[in-house]
C-alpha cells in the first residue's frame, strides 16, 4: 500500500497569484496522476507524472498553467498558476506502485478555493 | 472513446434494503473496472476490482462484457454504506488514454436511511 500525505490541506486564494501543492508518499512510487474534482463533478486527470521525465498533459490542459515536479520517486508538486475562480477546486494526488494491475492510491486532497 | 456512465447521481433506499449501483462504460479492448468509495471527510478508496471476483463489505459487481455493465450490488444496505461511489475505468493507452490513469464516472451519492 502507499499512504500519501499533501500539503496544504485547503487555501483561499486571491485571482492572479498561483499556489504549490505538494504531494508526499510513503514508499517509492513508480506513477503519479494529478486529478482535479470540482465541485459536483467527478475526477478529471490533469498530468501524469513520473520520475525522470516531463510530465504528460489530459487534453484541456497545460504546463504553462499546471507546472508539475517530480524531483524523486516519493515526491511531486503541482503549481496552479494565475488562478482565477474557474480553478476553485479539490486537486488530489494519486499514485501506483508500478504500471499494471495495481492498486491506485489517492490523497486526500487540497481544496482550493479562488477569490 | 474510454468512458464510464454513472446514470444516478443519487440514490437513497432504507437500511436493510437491497442497492444497486449502476455503471455502464465503453471502452476498446479487455477493461480493467473498479468501485472507489468516499466516505464523509475521508479520502477515496478502492472498494473492489472486478479482476479479483471479492466481496467487500457486502458489496459485489459482476462485469457483464455484453451489456458493458459493471453494476455494484448489495442485498441489505446499512447506514454506514452512505457515501459517494464511483465506478472507474483503467485507461489503456493504445485506445487514446494516459497508461494507467483511472477514468472515473461522475459518481453516486448513496443515502442509506434507517
Known amino acids: 500500500s502507499a499512504v500519501i500525505s499533501q500539503k496544504p490541506s485547503r487555501d483561499i486564494c486571491q485571482r492572479g497569484t498561483s499556489l504549490t501543492i505538494q504531494c508526499q508518499v510513503d514508499?517509492?512510487?513508480?506513477?503519479m496522476f494529478w486529478y482535479r474534482q470540482q465541485p459536483g463533478q467527478s475526477l478529471t486527470l490533469i498530468a501524469t507524472?513520473?520520475?525522470?521525465?516531463?510530465?504528460?498533459?489530459e487534453s484541456g490542459f497545460v504546463i504553462d498553467k499546471f507546472p508539475i515536479s517530480r524531483p524523486n520517486l516519493t515526491f511531486s508538486t503541482l503549481t496552479v498558476s494565475n488562478m482565477s475562480p474557474e480553478d476553485s477546486s479539490i486537486y488530489l494526488c494519486?499514485?501506483?506502485?508500478?504500471?499494471?494491475?495495481?492498486?491506485?492510491?489517492f490523497g486526500p486532497g487540497t481544496r482550493l478555493t479562488v477569490t | 472513446a474510454q468512458r464510464v456512465t454513472q446514470p444516478e447521481k443519487l440514490l437513497s433506499v432504507f437500511k436493510g434494503a437491497p442497492v444497486e449501483l449502476k455503471c455502464n462504460y465503453s471502452?476498446?479492448?479487455?477493461?480493467?473496472l473498479f468501485w472507489y468509495v468516499q466516505y464523509s471527510r475521508q479520502r477515496l478508496q478502492l472498494l473492489l476490482r472486478?479482476?479479483s471476483r471479492e466481496s467487500i463489505k457486502g458489496f459485489t459487481a459482476d462485469l457483464n462484457k455484453g451489456e458493458t455493465s459493471f453494476h455494484l450490488k448489495k442485498p441489505f444496505a446499512q447506514e454506514e454504506d452512505s457515501a459517494m461511489y464511483y465506478c472507474?475505468?483503467?485507461?489503456?493507452?493504445?485506445?487514446?488514454?494516459?497508461?494507467?490513469?483511472?477514468?472515473f464516472g461522475k459518481g453516486t451519492k448513496l443515502s442509506v436511511k434507517p
Open positions: 494519486s499514485v501506483t506502485p508500478g504500471v499494471g494491475p495495481y492498486e491506485q492510491y
Open positions: 514508499s517509492q512510487v513508480t506513477m
Open positions: 507524472a513520473n520520475q525522470g521525465s516531463e510530465a504528460t498533459y
Open positions: 471502452y476498446s479492448g479487455s477493461p480493467e
Open positions: 472486478h479482476i
Open positions: 472507474a475505468l483503467r485507461a489503456n493507452m493504445n485506445y487514446g488514454g494516459s497508461q494507467g490513469n483511472l477514468i
